[in-house]
């Protein structure tokens, strides 16, 4: 079965600095995605940025980039120029490509303060 | 106009009652799942239904029962409350095939 370990608990970074969340997975798969998810305080989960496996380029969606490293099963999400509104937890996701496994496995999340 | 709803967003029950909450979805999707987030915030599926039918059932005791009327809904059902029982529930849906997931804004569950 697959596992994602998220081993911060919680992290924090002064407002304009960049900060890098660290996931790390377990696998027998070839070809699967991997997801970073926010959880502001409001409780919504919102998609932040997605990877798939078999691309070898890092992800980007505008200040959010990850850092795949695919035969260390590492899977990093950077902040850049953080935000006040950056706070939130921070969920790794795995999934399989297999058909019939939809579910998302879900590291245990990691706390962001975001100091001003 | 809101893409995954949950109702209610609070739920606060007596241990041994009967509650249900309910989902919709309105962005024509195949798959709907529900997930429970404990109060260590680790999340979990419970439940996908593709069209009507169950397709991921993970060890969760049969006091909690999704029943989907339609392809947009999904309702969970949950049968006996017990304190354990108290979390944060997450209806989500996608297409099929899709990796993208949209979840819905949570319920909070508390049982006394």
């Known amino acids: 079965a697959q596992t994602v370990t998220q081993s911060q608990p919680e992290m924090s970074v002064q407002e304009a600095e960049t900060v890098t969340l660290s996931c790390t997975y377990d696998t027998s798969e070839s070809d699967y995605y991997l997801f970073w998810y926010k959880q502001p305080p409001s409780r919504q989960m919102i998609l932040v940025i997605r990877?798939?496996?078999?691309?070898?380029q890092n992800a980007t969606e505008n200040r959010f980039s990850v850092n795949f490293q695919k035969a260390a099963k590492s899977f990093s999400l950077k902040i850049s120029d953080s935000q006040l509104g950056d706070a939130a937890m921070y969920f790794c996701a795995y999934r399989s490509p297999r058909g019939g496994s939809e579910k998302l496995v879900f590291g245990k999340g990691t706390k962001l303060t975001v100091n001003p | 106009d809101t893409a995954v709803s949950q109702t209610p967003k609070y739920l606060v029950t007596q241990m041994g009652n009967d509650k249900s909450i309910k989902c919709e979805q309105n962005?024509?999707?195949?798959?709907m799942y529900w997930y429970k987030q404990d109060s260590k915030k680790f999340l979990k599926i419970m439940f996908s239904?593709?069209?009507?039918?169950?397709?991921i059932n993970e060890t969760v005791p049969n006091r909690f029962s999704p029943k989907s009327p339609d392809k947009a809904h999904l309702n969970l059902h949950i049968n006996s409350l017990e304190l354990g029982d108290s979390a944060v529930y997450f209806c989500?849906?996608?297409?099929?095939?899709?990796?993208?997931?949209?979840f819905g804004p949570g319920t909070r569950l508390t049982v006394l």
């Open positions: 239904y593709n069209n009507k039918e169950l397709i």
């Open positions: 962005l024509g999707h195949d798959t």
């Open positions: 989500a849906s996608s297409q099929v095939g899709a990796e993208v997931k949209f």
């Open positions: 990877q798939e496996a078999y691309k070898q």
